[in-house]
């Protein structure tokens, strides 16, 4: 492991912060845009018009002061977005040298169909030449996406096996994988299928060797089963944008957790300072500047 790589290992293990999505691929562009006030007929549509407007937002968004690795733990990145420059250096170099901001590169395809209540993702036929351009252009690490729709063993089974194959694959490499088997929301059979999931990723963590490291992306939920199942007493919860994430490494070593919070700022009622709301749990931003902090983060730790 470079020093760099090493340094990025310490600030995911170690860090506060949070992870930046900017990984819209073809799909989800236009919508991105639209939301930042790029027209569809300011660009064409999957052309690289459309690219350069997207990259010209991320650049906006990377070069803000604001955008900085006191707040920020890493930063997703699209395939488009890595080959591309940030004020004449590369994409991941920037984040990392510039910002101190830990580069992931999302790596699948999309989603198939629905079969057996899943999405499994696309095959990902170029994996092993795009990791080697992840490694050789500083990505520390990969994110890659499947959707479960209901309480199906079988379906569930076959996203598992699909995460942890590629990341197999990503791992040889070097690369730090973010699996993200993500349950839909507004699935009538959630908690079923969180408690099939959980199953499937346990069986499958067991079988990681101890010199093995990723993640996982998983509810809160998730923490007390990693400790009850895998005794992984110290385990430890952070708060970020992005999912719970486990890096999985040998049982005497830490695992860290990050998890998303999903919904717009609201106001303090009694400070008048900014919440960030997730589920049924408040809390301040910055969490440790005013008195009802504590209140809020005390249902969470």
Not at 155 to 182: A, D, H, T
Not at 191 to 196: I, R, T
Not at 223 to 242: A, E, G, M, P, T
Request: charged share 25%.
């Amino acid at each position: 492991m470079t020093t760099s790589n090493q340094e990025m290992m310490d600030k995911v293990c170690n860090a506060d912060g949070f992870i930046a999505a900017l990984d819209q691929s073809g799909g989800s562009t236009p919508k991105a845009l639209t939301l930042y006030g790029i027209k569809e007929v300011e660009y064409d549509v999957g052309k690289p018009s459309m690219f350069d407007c997207i990259h010209k937002m991320r650049t906006r968004i990377i070069t803000s002061p604001k955008f900085n690795g006191d707040r920020i733990l890493g930063a997703i990145l699209f395939e488009d977005t890595m080959n591309r420059e940030i004020e004449g250096v590369p994409t991941a170099e920037y984040l990392w040298k510039e910002k101190k901001i830990v580069p992931f590169l999302k790596v699948d395809k999309g989603l198939e169909t629905e079969k057996d209540d899943v999405q499994l993702m696309k095959l990902i036929p170029n994996l092993d030449t795009l990791c080697d351009t992840a490694v050789a252009k500083g990505v520390f690490g990969t994110k890659m996406r499947s959707v479960i729709k209901l309480a199906n063993k079988e379906g569930i089974k076959q996203i598992v096996e699909q995460q942890f194959s590629y990341g197999q694959q990503i791992m040889k490499k070097g690369l730090i994988p973010i699996l993200e088997p993500e349950i839909d929301i507004k699935s009538p059979e959630k908690a079923e299928a969180e408690a099939m999931l959980h199953a499937e990723l346990v069986e499958s963590l067991k079988m990681l060797r101890k010199d093995q490291k990723l993640m996982v992306s998983k509810p809160y939920s998730f923490l007390s089963i990693l400790r009850d199942q895998l005794k992984l007493n110290n385990v430890k919860q952070k708060l970020h944008f992005s999912n719970w994430a486990l890096v999985q490494t040998h049982p005497a070593q830490p695992r860290q957790l990050v998890r998303r919070l999903g919904k717009s700022p609201e106001r303090c009622p009694s400070s008048g300072t900014l919440w960030r709301v997730h589920s049924r749990r408040s809390w301040c931003n910055p969490c440790t500047s005013n008195g009802c902090c504590g209140q809020f983060l005390s249902s969470i730790d």
